[in-house]
């Protein structure tokens, strides 16, 4: 399941994912991305992983790669629980420029702050 929040103009993108990510997810993801990237680019974007189950973190970043609008990413902040095993610099590597950190579920406020910054 997957949630987006933020989508409009001036408002941080935000997804939030439960239990096991499906290709539909994926293609909501790749959507919400390029209708954000036509209003503002650079991207700061909060990503919210919880009880993940099926697709690992290393196969959604495969998905992920085909995305063009990822370019438009300037930061992302991962806040995840430890079902979702720590993906910071194999993002940071796929996507040359982007800044990535990830917090503990926790860390939420923490994280929005780093995206501010």
Do not use: C
């Amino acid at each position: 399941m997957l949630e987006v929040k933020g989508q409009e103009q001036g408002k941080r993108l935000e997804f939030y994912t439960e239990g096991t990510a499906t290709q539909e997810d994926l293609q909501t993801f790749k959507e919400a991305l390029q209708e954000k990237t036509l209003q503002e680019e650079p991207l700061n974007i909060l990503f919210v992983f919880k009880n993940i189950e099926g697709v690992t973190p290393n196969a959604l970043i495969e998905d992920m790669k085909t995305f063009p609008d990822l370019k438009s990413i300037k930061k992302g902040a991962i806040v995840a629980d430890d079902t979702f095993t720590k993906t910071d610099a194999m993002i940071a590597n796929l996507i040359p420029g982007v800044e990535v950190a990830q917090f503990s579920l926790d860390e939420m406020e923490k994280a929005r702050e780093w995206l501010q910054q």
